[in-house]
């Protein structure tokens, strides 16, 4: 059983800012790409960014600019850095590790923005 273990969710104001932390198993994180998706209520899991074993990065159009992936390989952990947070930012937060073949998710953070 793969365990991907986010945290760092919370409750923020518009503007703010939140650091979301995902700890995976060091044999899948030397391996996968890592990447944060969310899902608002009634929505579909949407993707908001990636980030592979060479750091290369990829965001949805809709955080650009606000939010930034990161990973440490040391820690095995993968980091999502939002600032300047938006109500539509509203959402569970999911952690994915993904190959060719398989994918792992995480059991979701809750995130939300409101005042």
């Known amino acids: 059983q793969v365990q991907l273990v986010e945290s760092g969710g919370g409750l923020v104001q518009p503007g703010g800012s939140l650091r979301l932390s995902c700890v995976v198993p060091?044999?899948?994180?030397?391996?996968?790409?890592m990447g944060w998706y969310r899902q608002a209520p009634g929505k579909e899991r949407e993707l908001v960014a990636t980030?592979?074993?060479?750091?290369?990065?990829n965001y949805a159009d809709s955080v650009k600019g606000r939010f930034t992936i990161s990973r440490d390989n040391a820690k095995n952990t993968v980091y999502l850095q939002m600032n300047s947070l938006k109500p539509e930012d509203t959402a569970v937060y999911y952690c994915?590790?993904?190959?060719?073949?398989?994918?792992?998710w995480g059991q979701g953070t809750q995130v939300t923005v409101s005042s």
């Open positions: 994915n590790a993904a190959s060719v073949a398989r994918s792992y």
């Open positions: 060091g044999y899948i994180f030397s391996r996968y790409t």
């Open positions: 980030i592979t074993t060479a750091s290369s990065t």
